[in-house]
Structure formats: C-alpha cells, structure tokens
C-alpha cells in the first residue's frame, strides 16, 4: 500500500507544476519507471495510484531543499 502522509508524499499535479510539464505525462513517466522520485501502481485493468516521495523529488531538482525550490 501506497503511504499517505502528507509530510512525505508530494501530489501528482504539485510535482509537475515544479517540473513545468503536464500532470498527465509526470504519470505516464512514472507508469514506466522514468523518475527516481516515485512509482505507479496498476491497481486494476484501467486504474493506477501514483506516489510522488517529497524529499526524493526536490533532491532530483538539482539538490535543492523544499524550501529553496519554493
């Protein structure tokens, strides 16, 4: 099961907004296991969850902080 604190998980949208790309292709990377920052899970024929790990996305942006990137 995917975690859901709030603390160490980023959402989809949030994540693609820093990286100035469509939430729809951040999915599609993480579908294919294209970003170190995160996973997809197929959890029936049609429906996915995604996790996005808050600290590993803002390492992967250069190594800045949250805060710094904001």
Do not use: C
Not at 40 to 64: H, M
């Amino acid at each position: 099961m995917l975690p859901h604190n709030r603390k160490e998980r980023l959402p989809v949208v949030e994540a693609a907004e820093h990286l100035g790309i469509n939430p729809q292709l951040l999915r599609l990377g993480l579908q294919q296991d294209r970003f170190p920052f995160g996973t997809a899970i197929q959890t029936s024929k049609r429906r996915w969850s995604y996790y996005v790990n808050r600290k590993k996305f803002f390492e992967y942006l250069n190594g800045q902080n949250e805060r710094e990137a904001l």
